[in-house]
């Protein structure tokens, strides 16, 4: 009886850990939005002729690698955090072309709020699927990987190309893929495969910024009303 009743313990005190980590993950999630759309805010009303060049895009572009690679040297601190909303902020700041674009179209307004509501139907889907299967997901990651270097490939192709075609299919693929990617990071939480909450939140940020920024592309395509 007492290494029955230890193995509950232990095993209750890890469930505790993991649902800990979600909790966690979940609230730095929602901070992380403020960031972003200040971000998203300074970029259109401050700095997008600067973000638009060539140069400005590249240091921002820069800055967001470098940005994750120090989060995850500080992701046991509350300096990590930090880094983590400085993060958010420039990822803001680079949403500003694609958003001060689809805001050319007379209802370019409701185009921003669909994607939104769209990436947050899609989250809280994928996010609860993820909680309550009981399918192990973690087999999907080389494969998702594969498939985010297939687009990374497909945008430099489209760069010279500009082929609206692929613009399209690339636009609801990465919907698609990243969709997934939170089924896989958000049950890496669940199963105590990710006991980092600041790595989760940053994995999580980036399958919802991918989602949305797809999304709006997508709507501008098919739905900008010039």
Same mark, same amino acid.
């Given at each position: 009886m007492p290494n029955i009743q230890q193995q509950y313990d232990i095993g209750a005190s890890a469930q505790f850990a993991r649902n800990r980590v979600l909790r966690n993950t979940y609230g730095l999630l929602a901070l992380s939005m403020l960031p972003t759309i200040l971000g998203a805010v300074v970029g259109m009303t401050l700095a997008l002729p600067l973000i638009a060049s060539g140069i400005g895009f590249l240091v921002l572009f820069l800055a967001m690698f470098g940005l994750i690679f120090a989060i995850e040297k500080y992701k046991n601190s509350? %300096?990590?955090v930090l880094l983590l909303l400085g993060f958010t902020f420039v990822m803001g700041m680079l949403l500003a072309p694609l958003l001060t674009y689809t805001l050319h179209f007379r209802n370019g307004a409701q185009l921003i709020m669909l994607a939104f509501g769209g990436t947050a139907a899609v989250f809280a889907t994928m996010a609860s699927i993820a909680t309550v299967? /009981?399918?192990? @997901?973690?087999?999907?990651? /080389?494969?998702? @990987?594969a498939g985010v270097i297939v687009l990374l490939l497909a945008g430099i192709a489209n760069i010279f190309l500009q082929l609206p075609a692929l613009t399209i299919v690339m636009s609801a693929v990465t919907i698609l893929i990243f969709s997934a990617y939170i089924l896989y990071d958000v049950q890496q939480v669940v199963n105590g495969g990710e %006991?980092? $909450?600041?790595?989760? %939140?940053?994995? *999580? $940020?980036?399958? *919802?910024y991918n989602i949305f920024t797809a999304l709006l592309r997508l709507l501008g395509i098919v739905g900008g009303d010039d």
């Open positions: 509350g %300096t990590g299967s /009981k399918r192990d @997901f973690s087999s999907m990651g /080389k494969w998702l @990987f %006991t980092n $909450y600041v790595t989760a %939140t940053l994995q *999580i $940020y980036l399958d *919802i």
